[in-house]
């Protein structure tokens, strides 16, 4: 992967008591899509369009890589909300604890917490691809 992963949609599905995101994630001229779904109590929306990017990282990252979220927040801010990504990394023997951020402005908090994965994946996601 030389190119950096950039969001390039995301959608929020909300149908019969469940709210499903499907995050598209744009690299290399290429884009991959990942899909995540839930109860619609079981989980603020913020939760599934992280786990759905997780699961578009996943199409990307050697197979010897696992990727969890561990927490998504929002928190207030002067500047808007912001969305805070804990993911846990768990690779080669070890595992790493990755925190990354993004504004949410006027836009959506899916598209803020799907930023906030990226945010928090990218320079170790890098590493894992060019190895």
Do not use: C
């Not at 899916?110 to 894992?128: I, T």
């Amino acid at each position: 992967m030389a190119g950096r992963l950039r969001v390039v949609g995301v959608r929020v599905e909300r149908v019969s008591g469940r709210v499903a995101v499907v995050v598209s994630l744009g690299y290399d001229g290429a884009v991959v899509t990942g899909r995540a779904d839930r109860a619609t109590g079981e989980t603020q929306t913020i939760q599934v369009a992280a786990e759905a990017v997780l699961e578009a990282i996943r199409q990307v990252a050697p197979g010897q890589t696992r990727w969890g979220l561990e927490q998504v927040a929002i928190q207030p801010m002067l500047g808007g909300p912001a969305v805070v990504a804990h993911i846990l990394l768990e690779a080669e023997g070890t595992s790493e604890h990755l925190i990354g951020s993004a504004l949410g402005r006027s836009g959506p908090l899916e598209e803020a917490a799907a930023e906030a994965v990226l945010d928090a994946v990218e320079r170790r996601l890098g590493w894992f691809t060019k190895n």
